[in-house]
C-alpha cells in the first residue's frame, strides 16, 4: 500500500511534469472508481490546464486552472505513470509492478489523460482506488478531507500538538493511534514500526503509559524516517522507476521493518514479528521491551 513517503514521491514527480499541460481527451471506463459523467468530463476536464499537484494524507489533488480538481486516492494498487509520446520522460510511482515500466495502457489502466504530446495513466489492478473530478472549493468539505489529521510534516505541527493528538486516545496502545487517520495524516505500517523503534517504544504500550520524553523522541523519529524515505523515493521494495529513471530504495534502510528473524543493529538480538491491531510488527524484545501485562 502506497504510503505518505510514496504519494509526497508521486506529488514531486508529477508536480515537475505536469503543471501547465493540458487535458486533451479522457479515456474511461470505470463508473466505480471514476464516477463523473462523460458529460462532467468534457465540460469541466477537457480543455482545462494543469495548475498545481498537491498531496493531502494519501490522497493526490491535481488543480485545475477552470477551479476544478482531480482527486486520487491510490489505495491498495494503484499507481500514476507519465509518458511523453517520444518517451524521453517517463514518471511513475505508487504500487510497484510491472506496469509501472510496461506498454500502457495494459489491463490494469483505468483512466487515461491525454494532454496531446503526453499521457498519465491511472492503473490499479484490484481496483481499490478511486479518482474524482469536483470543483476545487468543494475539497474541505469531503468527508475524508473534514476528519483526517494533521501533516505530520508540517512546518507548524509541533511535538506538543502530536502529543496532544496522540492523548486524545489515552488508553489505546500507541500503534493504533500512529495508525489512525483522524489523530495523524498518512501514516502506515512502516513508518509506524520503524518510528516506534527508533524511539524504544514497545507498539503496545498504551499511550498515557509512554513517558513524555519518549513521545518528544516519536515525534522526532517519525518526522525523520519520513523524510529520510521521501528522500529516497519511497519505502516500495519492488522495482518502480522515479522522474529521474531511479528506483526507491528505502526498504534497505528499514531497520526493524521485514527484518524479522534477523539481528537488531543496535543490540543483537533477534526482531521478532507480531500482530498489533491486525498489522504485522516488527519488534525487537530488548530495545522495546513489552509493558507489563501484556502477554
Ligand atoms: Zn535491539
Known sequence: ?????????????????????????????????????????????IGAAVKDVR?????????????????????????????????LKRFGAGHPNDSLIGTLPDKSTRVTLDFGDSKLFFNDQRKFGWMRLVPTIEIPEIDFFKKVGPEPLAHDFTDQDFIKRLQRRPKSNIK??????????GIGNIYADESLFAAKIHPLTLVKDVPMAKLKKLFQELQAVLRLSIEKGGSSDR?????????????????????????????????EKSRVVGRGTHTCPTCQPKPKGTK
Not at 504510503?3 to 479522457?26: D, N
Not at 522522474?243 to 537488531?264: E, I, M, N, W
Request: aromatic share 8%; hydrophobic share 40%.
Open 239 to 271: 522495482n518502480y522507476v522515479d522522474a529521474k529513471g531511479q528506483k526507491g530504495s528505502y526498504l534497505t534502510f528499514a531497520k526493524v521493518f521485514r527484518r524479522d528473524g534477523q539481528p537488531c543493529l543496535v543490540c543483537g538480538t533477534i526482531i
Open 176 to 185: 493504533a493511534v500512529l495508525l489512525d487517520q483522524t489523530v495523524i495524516a
Open 55 to 87: 498531496r493531502r494524507a494519501k490522497v493526490l489533488i491535481i488543480d485545475l486552472d477552470n477551479d476544478y480538481s482531480l482527486i486520487i486516492h491510490l489505495k491498495m494498487t494503484g499507481q500514476l505513470v507519465f509518458r511523453s509520446n517520444d518517451d
Open 1 to 45: 500500500m502506497p504510503e505518505l513517503p510514496e504519494v509526497e514521491t508521486v506529488r514531486i514527480g508529477l508536480g515537475s511534469l505536469l503543471p501547465g499541460k493540458i487535458v486533451r481527451a479522457v479515456t474511461f471506463d470505470w463508473p466505480k472508481g471514476f464516477p463523473n459523467s462523460k458529460h462532467d468530463v468534457s465540460v469541466f476536464l
